[in-house]
Nanobody
Framework: QVQLVESGGGLVQAGGSLRLSCAASGRTVSTYTMAWFRQTPGKAREFVALITRSGGRTNYADSVKGRFTISRDNAKNAVYLQMNSLEPEDTAVYYC??????????????????WGQGTQVTVSS
């Protein structure tokens, strides 16, 4: 079993930055694809970014390209999401997820095996 715990959310003004962290425990996630999703009330969970096991490949939703950067530190069993130039539309609960499939690159939440509890990000205008 893998436990994922997100942190770093909060309230920020439009144009500001936040860095989310996801700490994994229970098992190393170094061989897993890791991703960030987000969700607002009444809407489906939305893909934000993913990074493959070695960090060799990343993928971003069009809405965050050029503003968000996903990274990982396998030695710390952690994944990060640097969010710059935040917009009110980025307001959501952000979730960290892990996909055990080797070299996975899915943007569907149904492909992911483990989830954190989420961290709230609120961007004021």
């Amino acid at each position: 079993q893998v436990q994922l715990v997100e942190s770093g959310g909060g309230l920020v003004q439009a144009g500001g930055s936040l860095r989310l962290s996801c700490a994994a425990s229970g098992r190393t996630v170094s061989t897993y694809t890791m991703a960030w999703f987000r969700q607002t009330p009444g809407k489906a969970r939305e893909f934000v970014a993913l990074i493959t096991r070695s960090g060799g490949r990343t993928n971003y939703a069009d809405s965050v390209k050029g503003r968000f950067t996903i990274s990982r530190d396998n030695a710390k069993n952690a994944v990060y999401l640097q969010m710059n130039s935040l917009e009110p539309e980025d307001t959501a609960v952000y979730y960290c997820a892990a996909d055990m499939t080797t070299w996975a690159t899915s943007t569907s939440p149904y492909a992911y095996d483990y989830w954190g509890q989420g961290t709230q990000v609120t961007v004021s205008s």
